[in-house]
């Protein structure tokens, strides 16, 4: 094994200043290297074992943005250093230290190699005061970061709850409306109910009248959806009919007997069970039963948004269940798609392609619609109010792959390559932290051992999702490490 001698390290910018003392105990537990070109001499993600100084050859350093190998950095200057470039750093201070990136051999290369389980204390000796002030440095870079990221989850928060209550409040609004018109058209319904039994009518017609309530009530439920013009018409055959048989402000009932599917045929029907002095009070009744009967569809339409709503921020937030569990990735992609309704604007038509037949996904939940979030909330502003939103779902081999495209201005490429970069934003000061991509890199590819990739060009911008559909064998704890 080749070894440098004091002299020859010396000679290198990086060791210049050392003592004959320190120069030595670096001869002595160091070593020369040899890589051929094209071959790796560290991978990222790896446990970060060794420190590299370039004596001789060009060297690539790489990471792994969006599914592409991005170069970070070629240079081919001697004493360049690289690898476990953090080694000095105490345990409590960072664990587990990994390769940030990929080195590559360009050209043949020679490096001096150090152990970094052996340079890291010796460091830590030599420079203690240096040793603060780095520390210092990574832990407040390290605490920034965090405060950031915390801060990007506040306003998203933020911005979700204004919409869920903008949402909520629709509905909620509508029921109390619906309810108190009920209220009136109930007690209108016994008030005519009274005329009819004091009229003139044979008692065994009534029985008869309740069944045309009845018949009344089942043809709302199926009343057909009719365009304007058709509406027009029928509203105006009912208010002729209702003229011609004397009932006054039948303009007024022929909307609400429309709209419940009632037709002059059926108005005939009706008019012939009971005597001619009664039909006003007949048709009055059976247009408070139509219009009670439409209040209830609308109080029930109203009180299943709320739920829905209720149900779609519990399955969002996944407050009530584990963080990590099997779920149904669709579940998690519409609900994403109502907590953030109130965000698409009306002219962004959204397109649902699901395939159904994928097998349930483990992950954590929550943490994935993080990143539906981002990418659904990115898409939305790439288009600016107007264009299509595609959610795709498909399979890749053994990983399920969610889609998000938008056809927005595309992504420029100059930047593609920087878009998970932490605080790198095309957005203007103030609109955009940088962060929504970058944790979502971190949240798919670090957590769940998958992959985010990109494809763009104007009117046509796609991220792709890659997740397995295996348990991860020890899944990582549910809190994220921006800093790892």
């Not at 159904?356 to 990143?371: D, H, I, K, T």
């Amino acid at each position: 094994m080749a070894k440098l001698t004091p002299e020859d390290l010396r000679e290198l910018f990086l060791f210049e200043h050392l003592s004959d003392e320190q120069l030595g105990w670096l001869a002595e537990h160091g070593h020369v290297e040899t890589r051929t070109a094209g071959t790796p001499v560290h991978s990222e993600g790896e446990p970060a074992t060794c420190f590299f100084v370039l004596l001789e050859g060009t060297i690539a350093l790489c990471r792994t943005v969006g599914g592409q190998r991005v170069e970070t950095n070629r240079t081919d200057h001697r004493g360049a250093y690289f690898g476990a470039t953090q080694a000095y750093l105490r345990g409590e201070v960072q664990s587990s230290p990994t390769y940030r990136t990929t080195a590559e051999s360009i050209t043949d290369t020679r490096m001096f190699q150090l152990d970094a389980d052996e340079f890291g204390p010796v460091i830590r000796d030599w420079f203690p005061m240096a040793m603060h002030l780095l520390e210092g440095l990574f832990l407040g870079m390290q605490n920034t970061q965090r405060l950031v990221n915390d801060r990007e989850r506040l306003l998203a928060l933020g911005s979700l709850s204004a919409g869920l209550t903008h949402e909520l409040n629709n509905p909620a609004a509508a029921a109390v409306r619906a309810t108190a018109a009920l209220r009136e058209r109930v007690a209108g319904m016994r008030h005519k109910l009274a005329m009819l039994a004091s009229g003139k009518i044979d008692p065994e017609t009534l029985p008869a009248l309740v069944k045309l309530q009845e018949n009344a009530v089942e043809r709302v439920a199926k009343a057909p959806k009719l365009g304007p013009l058709e509406t027009n018409d029928r509203e105006d055959e009912v208010g002729d009919w209702l003229d011609e048989h004397g009932i006054t402000g039948g303009w007024d009932l022929a909307p609400t007997l429309v709209a419940g599917g009632l037709d002059v045929e059926w108005l005939d029907e009706a008019a012939e069970l009971c005597p001619r002095s009664a039909t006003e009070a007949a048709v009055r009744w059976l247009a408070y039963t139509v219009e009670t009967e439409t209040l209830m569809n609308e109080i029930e339409d109203a009180t299943t948004r709320v739920s829905t709503l209720v149900g779609a921020a519990k399955q969002y937030s996944q407050l009530d269940r584990a963080p990590f569990q099997v779920v149904d990735v669709h579940e998690l992609l519409d609900s994403t798609l109502v907590m953030l309704g109130s965000k698409i604007p009306g002219g962004v038509r959204v397109v649902k392609d699901y395939d159904r037949s994928l097998p349930p996904l483990p992950a954590f939940a929550g943490e994935l619609n993080q990143v539906w979030t981002n990418l659904v909330d990115n898409a939305l502003g790439a288009m600016n109010g107007t264009g299509t939103l595609t959610v795709r779902t498909h399979r890749v081999d053994d990983r399920v792959a969610v889609e998000v495209g938008d056809t927005g201005t595309g992504i420029p490429p100059e930047v593609k390559g920087r878009i998970f970069e932490p605080f790198f934003t095309t957005k203007a000061v103030g609109e955009g932290t940088g962060l929504g991509l970058e944790i979502s890199w971190r949240i798919v590819v670090k957590k769940h051992h998958g992959d985010i990739r990109v494809e763009s060009e104007p009117g046509d911008t796609r991220f792709t999702v890659l997740l397995p559909l295996e348990v991860p064998a020890r899944p990582e704890p549910a809190a994220i490490d921006l800093d790892e």
